[in-house]
């Protein structure tokens, strides 16, 4: 038994899908089907009380080319994205963040992706840590989360449940 539910739940009883190679010779064809509901809302498993994703933007503060990209990269998301909400400039480590960084939450999966792509060609010198919002601050933050750029260690022991 594996450990993980299976995501084909709901299909046992579908058409096996093509093997046909697409015109490119090396995509396989899908036939149509319905829109995807992972186009506007967030899977079950996020917290329904808070935003989808946060997205903590990484530098180094003593690094002066850093820190300025950082800070203009910060205003130009603020203009370019006046819909998400945009946390103030650390400049320094705040929470499980091991160095200066801002935090940019996202609230739906079209906002997700917009500034994830945006990020990827826009983010120079900086990293980014992108993580859901499921409800368990640990697992979201290291097993769920992914990277733009360079990975950081976290301070995991903030994010550990305390004991009652």
């Given at each position: 038994?594996?450990?993980?539910?299976?995501?084909?739940?709901?299909?046992?009883?579908?058409?096996?899908?093509?093997?046909?190679?697409?015109?490119?010779?090396?995509?396989?064809?899908?036939?149509?089907?319905?829109?995807?509901?992972?186009?506007?809302?967030?899977?079950?498993?996020?917290?329904?009380?808070?935003?989808?994703?946060?997205?903590?933007?990484?530098?180094?503060?003593?690094?002066?080319?850093?820190?300025?990209?950082?800070?203009?990269?910060?205003?130009?998301?603020r203009r370019e994205?006046?819909?998400?909400?945009?946390?103030?400039?650390?400049?320094?480590?705040?929470?499980?963040?091991?160095?200066?960084?801002?935090?940019?939450?996202?609230?739906?999966?079209?906002?997700?992706?917009?500034?994830?792509?945006?990020?990827?060609?826009?983010?120079?010198?900086?990293?980014?840590?992108?993580?859901?919002?499921?409800?368990?601050?640990?697992?979201?933050?290291?097993?769920?989360?992914?990277?733009?750029?360079?990975?950081w260690p976290l301070?995991?022991?903030?994010?550990?449940?305390?004991?009652?």
């Amino acid at each position: 038994m594996s450990q993980w539910p299976s995501l084909l739940a709901g299909y046992e009883g579908a058409e096996p899908l093509p093997t046909t190679i697409n015109p490119d010779g090396k995509s396989l064809y899908n036939p149509p089907g319905p829109r995807s509901a992972s186009y506007d809302e967030f899977p079950k498993q996020f917290n329904p009380s808070k935003n989808g994703f946060d997205f903590h933007i990484y530098y180094m503060p003593a690094v002066a080319a850093q820190a300025q990209y950082a800070k203009e990269l910060h205003e130009r998301v603020r203009r370019e994205f006046p819909e998400l909400r945009i946390y103030r400039l650390w400049d320094k480590p705040v929470g499980p963040h091991p160095t200066a960084m801002f935090e940019v939450n996202t609230f739906n999966p079209h906002q997700t992706g917009a500034l994830f792509s945006w990020l990827v060609v826009n983010r120079g010198p900086c990293d980014v840590l992108v993580h859901p919002n499921t409800g368990d601050a640990l697992r979201d933050h290291t097993e769920l989360a992914t990277w733009i750029g360079k990975t950081w260690p976290l301070y995991e022991e903030c994010l550990r449940p305390t004991p009652s």
